[in-house]
């Protein structure tokens, strides 16, 4: 078997891939108009970038594809045989509020409960320069100076 065979399972699956995608190309699109309106405050100068007309046709056209799947569609012309015609899109939007309750148990929660709360550094890389943000946990009450401690291999390099 090369492919799931067509039908309902291998139509949702198709959508519910495409569904949380489009949600995410909205908020980065507009994150990058954002970036455009506000070049200074953020220092943001790219070396490649798209132009502001094709940024926000790319997010308006992705705000269309979230919107669109709950409109209901007219008699016989349904995605699904035996499915609600909507459930991608609730599946969707249930895995992106999934993954933000994962982000607030380990970003909020788990530091409370473990008396530790998390860093951030920016390591650059020495090959190509690259910036990365790199998270360490500091327990309560130790100084900013012990933070610099020995950094896991994959990190200093």
């Known amino acids: 078997?090369?492919?799931?065979p067509p039908g309902d399972a291998y139509n949702f699956?198709?959508?519910?891939i495409s569904y949380p995608l489009a949600i995410i190309n909205v908020f980065v699109s507009g994150g990058l108009a954002y970036l455009y309106l506000n070049r200074k405050e953020w220092n943001w100068n790219p070396p490649i970038s798209a132009t502001l007309?094709?940024?926000?046709?790319?997010?308006?056209s992705?705000?269309?594809?979230?919107?669109?799947?709950?409109?209901?569609p007219e008699e016989g012309q349904n995605v699904y045989?035996?499915?609600?015609?909507?459930?991608h899109c609730v599946?969707?939007?249930?895995?992106?509020?999934?993954g933000g309750l994962y982000w607030v148990v380990w970003a909020k929660i788990l530091?409370?409960?473990?008396?530790y709360e998390l860093v951030r550094e920016t390591v650059v890389d020495e090959i190509d320069g690259w910036e990365r943000n790199v998270f360490?946990?500091?327990?309560?009450g130790e100084s900013v100076a012990s933070e610099h401690r020995a950094i896991s291999p994959e990190v200093s390099k």
Request: glycine share 4%.
């Open 1 to 4: 078997m090369l492919a799931p």
């Open 13 to 16: 699956i198709l959508n519910l």
């Open 53 to 60: 007309p094709v940024t926000i046709f790319f997010m308006l």
């Open 62 to 72: 992705n705000v269309y594809l979230v919107i669109a799947p709950f409109v209901p």
């Open 81 to 87: 045989e035996s499915l609600p015609y909507y459930l």
């Open 91 to 98: 599946v969707g939007i249930a895995i992106i509020v999934a």
């Open 111 to 115: 530091p409370a409960i473990g008396k």
């Open 136 to 140: 360490f946990r500091r327990p309560y």
